[in-house]
């Protein structure tokens, strides 16, 4: 069965800071992977998405970067980071258009400080 | 562009009621349509999924939907509510040859005893 992980689950990190999360699917190749941010009470931000090894798409400009260095490895990274980068942040994969599905990580609570 | 409107920010109901949650989306074709549920800190969690075929679909938890083509809906139902039930629910569709999900602003259930 597919599984995915994502870590850490909680993060805090002083302004200026770096940034690196992780996901990981496992029991899937080729998928479609997706880093989403959820704000306080409101709904999902796409941030990024990769149909593929080093293929990223950025749907919002902004303080954060991803990577696809894996085929089932996903990282959203900052240099810097800003108060506003504070969220939950939220990994993704699909197969087939989302046949089955879009199946999420448990998530990451970042705080800014 | 697709896109999805939950009118309802927050709904509250008794235990034991029935309940229905609305989704609109907003796209030509029938797109692939999908409910998602949220527990506090968590990520998300797949409750149903429609393609084609019959309109209404079944989902765990006890929870069903039906799609409309001719109201553009897709509402979630559920026949008596627990309190575990308590959650964001978030309705999401993707469309024509896209594999990005387009996800509501999601209505926050609240159950009272």
């Known amino acids: 069965s597919q599984t995915i992980h994502q870590w850490p689950a909680t993060l805090v990190q002083p302004v200026g800071s770096p940034l690196s999360l992780e996901c990981t699917v496992e029991?899937?190749?080729?998928?479609?992977l997706y880093w989403y941010r959820q704000a306080a009470g409101r709904g999902l931000q796409l941030l990024f998405y990769?149909?593929?090894?080093?293929?990223i798409s950025s749907e919002v400009p902004q303080n954060l970067s991803a990577s696809r260095p894996q085929d089932r490895q996903f990282i959203l990274s900052s240099k810097k980071l800003l108060l506003s980068d504070s969220g939950f942040y939220l990994c993704?994969?699909?197969?087939?258009?989302?046949?089955?599905?879009?199946?999420f990580g448990s998530g990451t609570r970042l705080t800014v400080v | 562009a697709q896109s999805v409107t939950q009118p309802d920010i927050h709904i509250t109901v008794s235990e034991g009621a029935s309940l229905e949650l609305r989704c609109n989306y907003s796209?030509?074709?029938?797109?692939?349509l999908f409910w998602y549920v949220q527990s506090p800190g968590q990520g998300l969690q797949l409750l149903l999924k429609?393609?084609?075929?019959?309109?209404l679909v079944q989902g765990i938890k006890g929870f069903e939907a039906e799609f409309k083509r001719s109201q553009s809906s897709f509402n979630l139902r559920k026949p008596s509510v627990h309190w575990s039930d308590a959650a964001e629910y978030f309705c999401?569709?993707?469309?024509?040859?896209?594999?990005?999900?387009?996800f509501g602003r999601g209505t926050s259930l609240i159950v009272h005893p």
């Open positions: 796209y030509g074709a029938t797109p692939y």
């Open positions: 999401a569709v993707v469309s024509g040859g896209s594999y990005i999900p387009t």
């Open positions: 990769s149909v593929g090894i080093g293929q």
């Open positions: 429609y393609f084609s075929g019959d309109t």
């Open positions: 029991g899937t190749s080729n998928p479609n």
């Open positions: 993704a994969w699909s197969r087939d258009r989302g046949r089955y599905g879009y199946t």
